[in-house]
């Protein structure tokens, strides 16, 4: 069965970076694009980064863009979010997903707080 399994959140103050971490199972990884997508508490879901199956094209959305960093490495199944310079409006739960949305993780949580 596929499974998505997120890691690397935690409690980091303003201006810090976290390392995401996404290990991906049970589907051919490297056939598919994937996405990062954050439920901030009391919002709804936000879509925040994508990337093509060989990692040469990327995609952000517009608040991440020069902070944030999706990475993958298809030879170990795992997908990344590097964050930095982080704001206190990114604490929200953060999953990892195939890019057309059919399969989530269930979830790693960042709380960007002083």
């Known amino acids: 069965e596929v499974q998505l399994v997120e890691s690397g959140g935690g409690l980091v103050q303003p201006g810090g970076s976290l390392r995401l971490s996404c290990a991906a199972s049970g589907f051919t990884f490297d056939d598919y694009a994937m996405s990062w997508v954050r439920q901030a508490p009391g919002k709804g879901l936000e879509w925040v980064s994508a990337?093509?199956?060989?990692?040469?094209?990327?995609y952000y959305a517009e608040s991440m863009k020069g902070r944030f960093t999706i990475s993958r490495d298809n030879a170990k199944n795992i997908l990344y979010l590097e964050m930095n310079s982080l704001k206190p409006e990114d604490t929200a739960l953060y999953y990892c997903?195939?890019?057309?949305?059919?399969?989530w993780g269930q979830g790693t949580q960042v709380t960007v707080s002083s």
């Open positions: 997903a195939t890019s057309e949305f059919s399969s």
């Open positions: 990337i093509k199956w060989n990692g040469g094209i990327t």
